[in-house]
Each structure stands twice: as structure tokens, then as C-alpha cells.
């Protein structure tokens, strides 16, 4: 490789919650640079898990870290050509990736939600995420799927 690697952004805590964590979801989550109304959503979404989850003994944010972790996927599958022919091998994802993609995943499905607010979506996405459905997790689902099913090519590793 020619170029050196970029060096990786340090990103500062949220105000609320004081986790990095929080702030990559919440860079994700703007649009066009809006990131006021960005955390005004998260936060949002937070207090309307805060109310569904009353009964519950864990915080919103224990609620939405256990969501993430529910849809991170493990392994993918990645394109090959090998003679001619592509092949969908699979490959374990790296840490860094496996929480953009569960992040990225979470957004998505959110977004396409019905619901009024994007407050009330998210939160309903996290909550289905939370109890092991929704669609994020069934994407999971479908990529792990694929990979097993796509085993026998992972000597084409790379």
C-alpha cells in the first residue's frame, strides 16, 4: 500500500450519558451535519424506552447497548473471484465493523419504521432489538444464515 492508513478520530462523550458510544450512534443518525437534533432523537428515544420499560430494573442505556449487541453480526460474507467464478466467503468481521454494522443496521430499519416521530421509531426498533426481533436482527439472522451456508468456501479466505 501506498498511502498510510488515516489516523482514527478520537470522538469526545455525549453531554447526557458521557459514552462515545452514544456519540458514534449519534453521527450515524445526522443528517446533513444536524447533530443538535440528532441527540435531541436519541435522547428522545431514550425517555420513551425509559417509560415502555418501567418494570424493567436496567437504565434506557443498558437497554439500547444490550439492542446493539442482539444485532451485531459475527461473521459476512464478502465476494471472491476465484477462475472465473464468484464466490461468497465468508469471514469473521472485525470489532470496529461489527458495531458500525449493528449501528448502521439499527438506523436503517428504524427509519423505515412506521411511526410518527423518528423518536418513536428508534425506540421501537431498540425495543424489538432488545427481545431478540425486528428487522435489524432478522438481517443478522440472514447474514449469519449466509455464511454457513457459504462454508465450505472459507479456504478462499483471505
Given at each position: 500500500m501506498r498511502k498510510t492508513k488515516p489516523k482514527k478520530r478520537i470522538l469526545l462523550p455525549d453531554p447526557k450519558y458521557h459514552d462515545t458510544l452514544v456519540t458514534q450512534f449519534v453521527n450515524n443518525l445526522?443528517?446533513?451535519?444536524?447533530?443538535?437534533?440528532?441527540?435531541?432523537?436519541?435522547?428522545?428515544?431514550?425517555?420513551?424506552?425509559?417509560?415502555?420499560?418501567?418494570?424493567?430494573?436496567k437504565a434506557p442505556l443498558e437497554i439500547w447497548k444490550k439492542a446493539l449487541e442482539n444485532i451485531t453480526p459475527q461473521v459476512e460474507v464478502k465476494s471472491r473471484?476465484?477462475?472465473?467464478?464468484?464466490?461468497?466467503?465468508?469471514?469473521?468481521?472485525?470489532?470496529?465493523?461489527?458495531i458500525?454494522?449493528?449501528?448502521?443496521?439499527?438506523?436503517?430499519y428504524a427509519r423505515k419504521r412506521s411511526g410518527h416521530s423518528m423518536a418513536e421509531k428508534l425506540s421501537g426498533e431498540i425495543l424489538?432489538?432488545?427481545?431478540?426481533?425486528?428487522?435489524?436482527?432478522?438481517?443478522?439472522?440472514?447474514?449469519?444464515?449466509m455464511a454457513e451456508a457459504n462454508k465450505a468456501f472459507a479456504h478462499f479466505r483471505f
Open positions: 445526522m443528517l446533513q451535519g444536524k447533530k443538535s437534533i440528532a441527540y435531541g432523537i436519541f435522547y428522545d428515544a431514550m425517555d420513551i424506552i425509559g417509560e415502555k420499560m418501567k418494570d424493567s430494573d473471484r476465484v477462475g472465473g467464478a464468484n464466490f461468497q466467503v465468508p469471514t469473521e468481521v472485525r470489532p470496529e465493523r461489527k458500525s454494522l449493528s449501528i448502521k443496521n439499527m438506523i436503517l424489538a432489538a432488545y427481545n431478540n426481533e425486528g428487522a435489524a436482527f432478522k438481517r443478522k439472522e440472514d447474514m449469519h444464515k
